[in-house]
């Protein structure tokens, strides 16, 4: 068993080009997979494929070009939906990324539906592009924004949650995966908790989209946004999903062409879901390999994927422990592959600065999450975070690096 599973890893290594290189002198490790994943061979072919063969503007043209290009974006449409599982492919846009969804929500739907005194519940583990966008919500409707509390393993407090919600509550909006700690969050439970005071949710799945399974209807949150580049896609493109009911009663996001079906000085008339939340020329190369992503992640499988991941972190968990002045934040019982630590004693810069000069690519300091580094008091972390293609050797290659660097220090 372990052998099948350490061939294929091997041969999913293969397919990532920029994994085979030495960096500082040392073979490159990379574990800061939850800024944003390698890409895969197959995607880099669609993006050049594209450039080479059928690269026209979509749409509008009657070109075969133009025809090539706008069925090549709409496939990607097509596998994205069924990748989310929405009950629709118009319930996808193209966005720039998980931001971008966040913010079309909360500026087109939001600014819309939102009165002074309305609520919006987030939580404590938000990256700060689940945070940001509804304070700018705040300041232009009088909106009041509530936090859910975590315990000290980096979990949402369900209680404290059920709490806030009230008749008040219009928006909620959480994570389904922390980037910081990597805790799954129960967002099944806590849509339905927030429908049962009728308000709508938003799920930010840009960690959930490489290592887990997302079903729209199954869970059926309102919104979801993610971004394709960390799920081995190019960057710059991301999807949102959103119930057709609710994308129809919104405001456009942004005006120009594309999201509109007639146009004069007088009066504009919009465009059917998604293109009236698409204006302009999007970026299509990128959202034609993104399809290549997909396909990827569903060629590999997510059990598989579970599998993997899951054996990297009971490995890191294993063999970082006993480096001297670990401190490990993040217990959840549900968690990727995710390690964010610090070591007593040595800023998590430094510690970042001394794995590169060993060819390891460690993310360091808040993770775009300030509000769960105050509420632990620190500063930032080091966080390493596994992918697909990462190994266990790779993980002890890591703790050498880092009892090394403690005994340096310690000098
Ligand atoms: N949400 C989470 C949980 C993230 O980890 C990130 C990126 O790190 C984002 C949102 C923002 O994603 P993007 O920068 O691709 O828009």
Known sequence: MSTAVSTSVEQIRKEFPVLHQEVN??????????????KPKAVLDA??????????????????????????????????????????????????????GINLVAQAYGRKFLKPGDEIIISHLEHHSNIVP??????????????????????????????????????????????????????????????????????????AAPHHPIDVQGIDCDFLAFSAHKMYGPTGVGALYGKRRLLESMDPYQGGGEMIKD??????????????????????????????????????????????????????????????????????????????FNIEGIHPFDIGMWLDAKGIAVRTGHHCTQPLMDWFKIEGTVRASMAIYNTTDELDTFAAALKDIVKKFKK
């Open 25 to 38: 002198g040392k073979p490159l490790i990379y574990f800061d997979n939850a800024a944003t994943a390698q």
């Open 47 to 100: 993006l050049s494929y594209y450039y080479e063969h059928d690269n026209a503007n979509i749409h509008r043209g009657i070109h075969t070009l133009a025809e090539r290009a706008t069925s090549a974006y709409e496939d990607t449409r097509k596998a994205t939906s069924r990748f989310v599982n929405s009950n629709e492919v118009e319930e996808i846009i193209f966005t720039k990324g998980t931001t971008e």
């Open 134 to 207: 509804w304070q700018i919500l705040r300041e232009q409707t009088g909106a009041v924004i509530k936090v859910i509390p975590i315990n000290d393993k980096g979990e949402l407090i369900i209680d404290a949650y059920r709490e806030l919600l009230s008749g008040k509550t219009k928006i909620v909006a959480v994570n389904y995966i922390s980037n910081s700690l990597g805790t799954v969050n129960p967002v099944k439970e806590i849509i339905a908790m927030a429908h049962e005071v009728g308000a709508v949710t938003l799920i930010d799945a840009a960690q």
């Open 263 to 340: 146009v004069t000085f007088e009066k504009t008339t919009y465009n059917e879901i998604p293109y009236k939340f698409e204006a302009g020329t999007p970026n299509i190369a990128d959202v034609v390999a993104f399809k290549a992503a997909i396909d990827f992640i569903e060629s590999i499988g997510y059990s598989f994927i579970h599998e993997h991941e899951e054996r990297l972190l009971n490995h890191a968990n294993k063999v970082l422990m006993d480096i001297p002045g670990m401190t490990p934040f993040g217990q959840a019982r549900e968690k990727t592959s995710v390690f964010s």
